[in-house]
């Protein structure tokens, strides 16, 4: 069986950037590429009566949005002659793409470096943060 | 045309004042009151002549009291906690059978990773809550224990108790037979299943008559009770915290009250979702912080007197002593501040509750049995403890006034942060109900921008009205609306209860022969 890199992919040009470095080691590695989209939502957050009326209608443009994110870039690389799959997911992402490496026994996650300007992620740290301490792979942070 | 110069007169102040110097407004502040209040007043007694007639008409068969002790019991309360009893009983005492069950589910502890994405349990519970807990959790409470004694949270939390079944069965309801429109939103609530549920037991016809005269009462307990009724405690509330009638500023300003919060509703529910998701977001939670986290200090200051409170509570609730009516007296406050609070049986919570994505309606039924009793068994307790430890109880307030001084006795300043609570409150209690007459009115209308557009149009321009007027025989004609959506969702909820029951029944089984089991990874 084939090695496992995971992507944290989101359409941004950083997490591109990780993808293309994890597709070239891929190639040469000959392992599968694994290309994940987490839509950032919790179970938790408070609703208003409209959005609770629309949340299924907005999961589902939710999807399709994603799947024409994530598609186009999977096809891109399987032309190049890597095997690559992908899924969208919803939660939060530090927490799926670790619970995704973990489950499926991948080798290394790749993710970009956003630069995130919000004084909240300064503070607490964003989605590299949450990987680099809960992952139980190698992470590895593309400028 | 009478109409409208009046209104123009209401307006007017709020061009001319810039106009004029710092050394005249003062003047100018006072002559504009003047014309405000003799406007106020012939508009007031303009609308209260016309709607009287009707108003009385209606107030006087959907609060028709009979005298039982000494005390007025209106027979609408009588047909909720009735309704709540009986179902408690169809259902074999489901809201303490399923009560643990209910956390497991608000937790997730079910929830399909799968399906994640859609609206939660909690997410259900939460909006139905922002629009349940308002000010009969504050006021309420004050006056059922300024008229029935401690004793009447004693009945108050029975009444909340047994309200839970009902609640489970107009929620199981809700979700059941939800519609899901073209577009993929979801609409539900009593009008659905009132005339799909009846349509299946082959009364097609009393079912659209029960789901119109529903969603005709929605309309009108969503502009009054749902709105004037609480821009107008609002106000009064305000104007209490900064000196009362005869000193506040405010006093005689309930117009310019009651435009600033139309403005504030219509940039909510015109403005669109994300506005709501942000005004919401912030306001349900901080409200719900800054008032149990208020009435939970006072309580743990006084924690030592817990025993003698529970004994006032209890004693009160059978010893017919110092109190109107007696012990009598005591149950009828006590039942009647628990249906205004949690308005089980009445079916508006069930529109809320609809949206949940579940593959078992049950589900969403046995989380909503948990809305009354975080609003009337927690909330309205702590209230009524609050009022109890403070001796605020003998000082012959009553109202929003009586729980105002008992959190002023222990600290001085949170007059003004409950004025901020009943604000907040209100405020959020507005937009549910603003929801709930949407979907009325689409009910009865038809979906349609402009249409719904109208609707939002009309319940900000009754914000205004709420908060500026007295209009007393007005609000409790809307206020009687709420009451009265409560006569065909209980008919209806009798009728499918037997469904509820399959549902239930069915659910359980799956639970117990693991069909149905807590996921991994919660």
């Given at each position: ?47 208003s009566q409209e ?93 | ?6 209104a123009?007169?209401l307006l007017?102040?709020l ?207 969503a502009l009054?009770?749902g709105n004037m009724?609480q821009a107008?405690?609002s106000f ?19 117009w310019l009250f009651g435009i600033v919060m139309a403005l504030v509703v219509a940039v909510v529910i015109i403005g669109g979702i994300k506005s709501i998701a942000r005004v919401t977001?912030?306001v ?139 604000l907040l409150?209100a405020f959020s209690t507005m937009l549910s109900w603003s929801y709930y007459g949407l979907?009325?009115w ?7 921008k402009t249409k719904e557009n109208v609707f939002k149009i009309i319940f900000c321009v009754f914000v205004v009205i709420g908060a500026s ?54």
């Open positions: 069986m084939s090695d496992i890199y995971i992507v944290g992919f989101d359409g941004t040009e950083a997490s591109g950037r990780a993808a293309d470095l994890a597709a070239g080691l891929a190639k040469t590695s000959g392992a599968t590429l694994h290309l994940v989209l987490v839509l950032e939502w919790s179970p938790y957050s408070f609703l959005e609770l009326a629309e949340r299924h209608k907005r999961r589902e443009e939710e999807l399709v949005r994603a799947a024409a994110v994530v598609e186009p870039v999977a096809a891109k690389y399987g032309a190049m002659g890597i095997t690559t799959t992908h899924e969208v997911r919803y939660g939060h992402a530090g927490e799926i793409i670790a619970e995704i490496a973990s489950s499926s026994g991948a080798k290394q996650i790749f993710v970009g470096r956003q630069g995130s300007r919000k004084l909240t992620d300064r503070l607490l740290g964003g989605l590299t943060m949450a990987l680099v301490q809960i992952a139980t792979v190698p992470v590895t942070v593309v400028p | 045309m009478r109409k409208l110069l009046l123009l007169a007017l102040p061009f001319a004042l810039p106009a004029f110097g710092q050394d005249d407004a003062a003047e100018v502040a006072a002559e504009t009151q003047e014309v405000v209040e003799e406007t106020t007043r012939t508009v007031d007694m303009m609308v209260n002549d016309a709607i009287s007639p009707i108003s009385n008409a209606v107030v006087s068969v959907i609060f028709y009291s009979v005298p039982v002790a000494g005390t007025d019991f209106p027979l609408i309360v009588g047909w909720l906690v009735v309704a709540a009893t009986i179902f408690t009983l169809y259902f074999g005492f489901i809201q303490f059978r399923a009560f643990g069950h209910a956390i497991e589910l608000v937790r997730g502890d079910y929830s399909d990773p799968n399906d994640a994405g859609e609206v939660s349990h909690f997410q259900a519970l939460a909006t139905a809550l922002s629009g349940t807990v308002g000010l009969g959790n504050i006021a309420g409470v004050g006056v059922a224990i300024a008229v029935g004694g401690p004793g009447a949270t004693f009945w108050m939390i029975l009444a909340g108790l047994l309200g839970m079944a009902s609640k489970f069965t107009e929620c199981t309801l809700g979700v059941k037979y939800r519609n899901e429109l073209p577009d993929g939103r979801v609409s539900g609530g009593p009008m659905y299943y009132l005339s799909k549920g009846l349509a299946e037991r082959g009364m097609a016809g009393l079912g659209k008559f029960f789901a119109v005269f529903f969603a005709i009462c929605c309309i009108g307990g009054g009770g009724f107008n405690q009064q509330q305000l104007v209490n915290v900064t000196g009362g009638n005869d000193v506040s500023p405010l006093a005689g300003f309930g977001e912030k349900v939670p901080f409200m719900g912080i800054l008032y149990v986290g208020t009435a939970l200090i006072i309580i743990l200051m006084n924690i030592g007197s817990i025993g003698w409170a529970f004994s006032q509570i209890i004693g009160g609730a059978f010893s017919p002593e110092g109190v109107a009516g007696g012990a009598i007296g005591a149950l009828i406050q006590g039942f009647r501040r628990a249906a205004f609070s949690n308005e089980a049986g009445i079916g508006s919570a069930a529109i809320a509750h609809s949206a949940v994505r579940t593959k078992e309606p049950s589900t969403e039924g046995i989380v909503s049995l948990l809305e009354p009793f975080i609003d009337t068994v927690v909330i309205c307790t702590m209230t009524a403890l609050v009022i109890i430890f403070t001796g605020a109880l003998g000082t012959g307030l009553t109202g929003v006034e009586l729980t105002s001084a008992a959190f002023g006795a222990q600290f001085s300043f949170f007059p003004y942060l409950l004025a901020l609570a009943v409150f979907k009325a689409t009910y009865l209308f038809g979906e349609g007027m007295s209009l007393g025989p007005v609000i409790d004609f809307s206020d009687s609306m709420i009451f009265a959506m409560a006569l065909p969702n209980i008919i209806g909820l009798y009728l499918l209860m037997p469904v509820v029951r399959r549902e239930v029944n069915q659910y359980f089984a799956k639970i117990k022969s693991g069909e149905i089991r807590k996921m991994k990874g919660h």
